[in-house]
C-alpha cells in the first residue's frame, strides 16, 4: 500500500503548489509594473525599461475623455487644449500606485509654469471614497476622472495601454496626441526626463 500512497501525497502537494502559483499570478497580474504591450506596439518605440516614446510624425491622437472626477465635479482631457498633459491611470487599491504617487505630486506642482496639466484617471476603485481619501492624504493637486469599469481606459488606441497593468502612464502632446507611454511607477527624475522634451516642443 505505501508505494501507491508516496506518489499521491506528491501529486496532491504538487497540485497544491500549482494552485498556489496560479494565485499568486493573477495576484501580480492585477497590479502589475511590468506588463507588456501586447503584440500591437502602436508606433511605441522601446525606451529603457517599461518607458516607450513615439516619434512626432507617428504619434496617435488621445481619445475623448470626460466625465465625473473623484472630486464630484466634472472635467475633461479637452480642457487643456495646448497644454502638455500626463495622464496617470490608477487605483487607490494598488500598493505600485501609493508608492508613485508623492513622485507625480511633486512635478505636477512644480511643472504648471511650464504649461503642464496632469490627469488621473482613478479605475477599479467601486467606492469613490476610496479614490477620494487617496487624493486627500497624498494631497493631489490634479483632477482625476472617476472610472471604476475601466471604460475611459479602453477609448485609448490598441496596444497603447495594458488595463491589467497599473500604474500606467500616458502623456500628450500640445497637439493631443500620445507622445509617450510609461506602465511602470514612475521617480520624480524619470517624470522630469520624460515632460521636459514634450514641454520644450512647440
Known amino acids: 500500500m505505501s508505494p501507491t500512497r508516496g506518489p499521491r501525497r506528491r501529486t496532491i502537494h504538487s497540485a497544491a503548489a500549482l ?37 512626432p510624425a507617428d504619434r496617435k491622437p488621445a481619445p475623448e475623455l470626460s466625465g465625473k472626477t473623484v472630486g464630484g465635479g466634472q472635467d475633461s ?28 505630486v511633486k512635478v505636477a506642482n512644480a511643472d504648471k509654469a511650464k504649461g503642464v496639466q496632469f490627469l488621473g484617471i482613478n479605475t477599479r476603485d467601486l467606492d469613490v471614497s476610496n479614490a477620494a481619501g487617496f487624493d486627500k492624504h497624498f494631497q493631489v493637486p490634479y483632477p482625476s476622472l472617476f472610472d471604476p469599469y475601466g471604460k475611459l481606459i479602453l477609448r485609448f488606441p490598441k496596444g497603447s495601454v495594458n488595463p491589467q497593468s497599473l500604474p500606467a502612464t500616458l502623456i500628450i502632446d500640445r497637439q493631443g496626441k500620445i507622445a509617450v507611454r510609461a506602465l511602470k511607477p514612475l521617480s520624480e527624475d524619470e517624470l522630469n526626463q520624460i515632460i521636459d522634451p514634450l514641454a520644450a516642443e512647440k
Open 19 to 55: 494552485s498556489g502559483v496560479a494565485a499568486l499570478a493573477l495576484t501580480l497580474a492585477a497590479c502589475s509594473s511590468s506588463s507588456g504591450s501586447g503584440t500591437d506596439n502602436s508606433n511605441f518605440v522601446g525606451g529603457t525599461g517599461e518607458i516607450n516614446t513615439v516619434k
Open 77 to 104: 482631457l479637452a480642457a487643456y487644449k495646448g497644454k502638455v498633459v500626463v495622464v496617470n491611470i490608477w487605483g487607490s487599491w494598488c500598493a505600485p500606485c501609493r508608492a508613485e504617487a508623492p513622485n507625480l
